[in-house]
């Protein structure tokens, strides 16, 4: 989770400080604060997704194992005791 968080980070310094510079008059600092903004926007947006990803594989995973079972299970009746 932290290098997905890192990588958003630095994926989102790097487009804010691409915009801010296409931008005609602005300042150093200013250029830097927009990109170190960006950076804390696009670490926290790919936390969230990589979290949401994550949850969604693990759903999966639990589905296939729920029909795995249940194939086995009809493949294999148990006999009944009376």
Do not use: D, Y
């Amino acid at each position: 989770m932290k290098k997905l968080m890192i990588m958003g980070g630095l994926i989102g310094f790097l487009i804010g400080i691409v915009f801010s510079s296409a931008s005609l008059g602005l300042s150093s600092p200013t250029v830097l604060f927009r990109a170190s903004v960006a950076a804390a926007i696009g670490g926290l947006l790919l936390r969230w997704w990589g979290r949401l990803w994550i949850r969604c594989i693990g759903q999966v995973q639990a589905e296939r194992l729920a029909l795995e079972t249940a194939q086995i299970a009809a493949a294999n009746p148990q006999p009944s005791h009376h």
